[in-house]
């Protein structure tokens, strides 16, 4: 009954979709154009050898089918032939992204713009009101999820890198260890996942209240206190953050971190792989040492690694389901009290303009730091 | 030096006397040397550090594998933390025998390996021509799959259901993809039951087919970057020759890049073995004729009737450890494939030579 309501008041918000959609007709024409050449093999056959004089040819054998493409040659140029092939390989994509992705996105911003009636007539803004005003539910929790995450980029970002270095040494059981670091890309996903914190949360119902008044985490492998002891002369506090919480938090995530710095840990290997050995070699003979070599060398090559690698766990990180507004998002209530899609997919798209913001500020400070090789 | 003395052996062959310095000397300036210092230190450190490392990876698993073996006696033992003192294979009897576990499996295979070769394949042409062909609009359909990498699934959720339970929705004359799932749902009289096409397989093949399933984004983008580093000068050849661009695809890129398509496959294949978010979105209803491994994850009826006696803490302790049970049973297939195909992986991320 929903449905039917919809596809009739479909008007208020037809005119973004409409814009979509033309611009897909525009897209899908080559496409069509182009299917017939793909299928005959034989005729780049043909033409292939001396490819100038084949231009005549080919201007007889095709016409005009090929109108939006003509050049003033009157044929199709090969570059207009390669943005053809280019097209007909993407259009896979491209379709789904018209066909699909963007309806289904439209369609969710659409929600969030119903306000907590689900009155489709009018635009309502009370699902946006509710996300900053209300009682500033969503923006803290947004923030504390922020404080978090900003520790654990650089951390994951940092150890990825060392261990890769470390993986891409020749030493005895490399193949084992490597395994190992990759398992959690494969296993700690999906399901699996979910049934890990439902045991999690479990185990923290049992034990929490014991370990309450000690401070002691329960499973942590370190606390705070043992962590006191340590530092106790260098007892740092900037703001709220002291030194101890830091270093506590980190090394009780580090199951966390490293489950989570696997595709980095690829990424990294993969870039460590195509720095050339013989600029490592001439630095050798020069008398650089290991950590010479390291500042001076991989750190600089590997750059456009690091900048991949920030965003990539940026992305990963803010859209990880046990994120604390993902979670808080999860199942409409959480953070706004009543369950309402419409509160749910405001305040998810509020979060990922704030993603792509940090994404955009933390690509812009990379870029000042990378350094990219010139290949001539 | 004169102590070195040379004579010829035979045609190809020389020996060489020279006097050798003792024993003890030679290994004294190969031990006690810095630099030998140096490397020892630095491998015990290293080999100190990976196999910590390694046991914080494994600690979980290890604990999920011991206490899968325990009993509830052992749960009642508190000299009981790991290793059990009643060994018993029920959690893993129950499981496969109440859960359906070889339903799910068989299920879960077909359709993780049929998604998986549909989204490598998909992937690599996308990916193929993002980075090979320069064409108007070559980053904007890149801008695109950025943006599909960053939206969490979560923001499109309900948008999704609505999506294929009643395509009408979205405009069916305007859209061409809509256009042709529209009549096929009438045809299949999907309708009636008013879940349309959210209770079939058919919107996970579909969303792999346009390349927009699970962190596809991500395929594209290794794929694009692997494909970057493949030199011009072979498909220039094989224009040359006469090879069409398809044909070049299939019969020379496809076979090099086989590392890196067998990554992407595996990746694809064990996001889709351990999915909760589409087969809970589109197959979630009660009486669905499918079995999934996500099914697998609930406490069987038998397990459920022996724990009632119990107190809430024994009982609460116990399921986990049986959770844990269907996990490690979720897991293993994944596990032992990855043993085989581990190489793979690496070798495949080290040839793309992946460049920012």
């Given amino acids: 009954m929903k449905n039917a309501n919809e596809t009739q008041n479909k008007v208020t918000l037809g005119s973004s979709t409409t814009g979509a959609s033309t611009q897909k007709v525009y897209l899908a024409t080559p496409k069509k154009v182009t299917k017939p050449v793909a299928k005959q093999p034989q005729e780049p056959l043909e033409e292939a050898p001396v490819v100038a004089e084949q231009v005549k040819t080919k201007e007889t054998a095709e016409g005009p089918a090929y109108t939006p493409y003509v050049s003033k040659k009157k044929g199709l140029s090969l570059t207009g032939k390669k943005a053809l092939s280019g097209w007909l390989f993407c259009m896979p994509f491209v379709l789904g992204i018209i066909g699909i992705y963007l309806p289904m996105v439209i369609k969710s911003i659409e929600v969030s713009f119903r306000g907590s009636k689900g009155n489709y007539d009018y635009l309502s803004f009370d699902a946006y009101k509710l996300v900053f005003f209300d009682d500033g539910r969503f923006t803290t929790t947004v923030l504390d999820a922020m404080g978090d995450l900003v520790l654990q980029i650089p951390a994951i970002v940092i150890f990825s890198l060392f261990m890769a270095i470390i993986l891409n040494q020749k030493m005895t059981g490399r193949t084992f260890f490597r395994a190992v670091f990759f398992l959690p890309v494969i296993l700690s996903t999906g399901i699996i996942d979910a049934i890990d914190a439902q045991i999690d949360a479990g185990s923290m119902e049992e034990s929490g209240a014991i370990d309450d008044n000690t401070g002691a985490s329960d499973g942590g492998l370190i606390s705070s206190l043992d962590v006191e002891m340590l530092l106790s002369n ?37 870039g460590l792989q ?50 604390r507004v993902m979670q808080g998002l999860g199942g409409y209530g959480g953070l706004f009290g009543s369950a309402n899609p419409g509160n749910f997919s405001a305040g998810i798209w509020v979060y990922i303009l704030l993603v792509l913001v940090v994404i955009v500020v933390v690509a812009l400070l990379m870029k000042t730091v990378v350094f990219y090789q010139r290949r001539d | 030096m004169d102590t070195v003395k040379v004579k010829r052996e035979s045609k190809k062959k020389i020996k060489v006397d020279f006097e050798r310095a003792p024993l003890k000397e030679r290994l004294k300036q190969k031990f006690l040397s810095a630099n030998f210092l140096y490397k020892v230190v630095f491998v015990i450190f290293r080999t100190v550090l990976l196999i910590g490392i390694t046991f ?18 052992d749960v009642k033992d508190a000299t009981v933390i ?27 295979f077909l359709v993780s390996l049929s998604v998986a070769l549909i989204q490598t394949l998909v992937c690599a042409l ?43 929705m979205f405009e069916t004359t305007l ?69 069409s661009t398809l044909r070049t695809f299939f019969s020379i890129i496809i076979p090099i890049s086989i590392p890196m398509l067998i990554t992407v496959f595996i990746f694809a294949f064990s996001w889709q073995w351990t999915d909760d978010f589409y087969t ?38 116990y399921s986990a450890m049986v959770l844990g049970t269907a996990s490690i049973l979720i897991a293993l297939p994944l596990i032992v494939a990855y043993v085989f195909l581990q190489r793979r992986i690496v070798e495949g991320v080290e040839r793309s030579g992946i460049v920012g």
């Fill in chain 1, 234 to 270: 260098v007892n740092l506090k900037i703001g709220e953050f002291s030194l101890v919480e830091v270093v506590t938090s980190l090394i009780n995530n580090i199951f966390k971190i490293v489950s989570r710095s696997g595709v980095q840990m690829l990424i990294f290997l993969s």
């Fill in chain 1, 274 to 323: 195509s720095i050339s050995p013989s600029i490592y070699e001439s630095c050798q003979m020069e008398g650089a040492t290991a950590w010479e070599t390291f500042w001076k060398i991989t750190l600089p090559m590997i750059s456009p690694m690091i900048l991949v690698n920030a965003i990539y766990t940026v992305v990963d990180l803010f859209t990880a389901a046990d994120n």
């Fill in chain 2, 56 to 73: 914080i990876i494994l600690y979980p698993y290890i604990k999920k594998i011991l206490s899968s073996i325990m009993s509830i006696s």
């Fill in chain 2, 82 to 108: 790991l290793i059990t003192k009643n060994p018993t294979i029920d959690q893993y009897w129950f499981v496969l025998s109440e859960n359906n576990y070889i339903q799910a499996f068989l299920t879960t």
């Fill in chain 2, 126 to 168: 996308v990916a193929y021509g993002l980075a090979k062909f320069k064409f108007k609009g070559n980053s904007i359909v890149f801008a695109f799959v950025i943006l599909t990498l960053m939206v969490p699934q979560e923001a499109l959720k309900n948008s999704m259901d609505a999506f294929f339970r009643q395509i009408t």
């Fill in chain 2, 175 to 243: 859209n061409p993809i809509s256009f042709i799932l529209k009549p096929l749902q009438d045809w299949f009289g999907m309708f009636e039951n008013g879940y349309g096409f959210s209770d079939s397989l058919i919107p996970l093949y579909v969303l792999s087919i346009f390349g927009l399933g699970f962190k596809n984004g991500l395929f594209i983008f290794m794929l694009r970057q692997f494909f970057k580093g493949v030199p011009d000068e072979l498909e220039e050849s094989a224009f040359v020759d006469g090879s």
């Fill in chain 2, 280 to 317: 809970s979105i589109f197959l979630a209803r009660e009486n669905s004729a499918f079995v999934f491994m996500k099914h697998i994850a609930a406490t069987p009826e038998s397990i459920a009737a022996m724990l009632k006696n119990e107190t809430q803490n024994i009982s609460s302790a």
